[in-house]
Nanobody, 128 residues
Framework: QVQLVESGGGLVQAGDSLRLSCAAS????????MGWFRQAPGKEREFVAV????????????SYADSVKGRFTISRDNAKNTLYLQMDSLKFEDTAVYYC?????????????????WGQGTQVTVSS
């Protein structure tokens, strides 16, 4: 079992930066692949980023949605059981509730259905 708690959301202006954090409970954090998703009002939950992970001899690098590539950076600190999402050059269309999620799966991690554990979400609002 993993419990996830997001923080760091807020109201910012277009062009500003925010860093989201996701604190995980449990001693097995390093075993999970971790991702960020977001959901805007009236829209489906969408993939934002997934952290690098390895399975056997195969390494999977960090992966990002096209809409955030070059602006967002996902990272993790296993010693602190924490996942991060650095968001730069924020746009109005980045406004959403952001969720972190954990999974023991290795594949198809852009699909939110692959994830076993979810945080409660943190609101990010970008004013234009």
């Amino acid at each position: 079992q993993v419990q996830l708690v997001e923080s760091g959301g807020g109201l910012v202006q277009a062009g500003d930066s925010l860093r989201l954090s996701c604190a995980a409970s449990g001693r097995t954090f390093s075993r999970y692949a971790m991702g960020w998703f977001r959901q805007a009002p009236g829209k489906e939950r969408e993939f934002v980023a997934v952290n690098a992970r390895s399975g056997g001899s195969t390494y999977y690098a960090d992966s990002y949605a096209d809409s955030v590539k070059g602006r967002f950076t996902i990272s993790r600190d296993n010693a602190k059981n924490t996942l991060y999402l650095q968001m730069d050059s924020l746009k109005f269309e980045d406004t959403a509730v952001y969720y972190c999620a954990a999974t023991s799966e290795l594949y198809y991690l852009t699909n939110w259905r692959q994830y076993d554990y979810w945080g409660q979400g943190t609101q990010v609002t970008v004013s234009s």
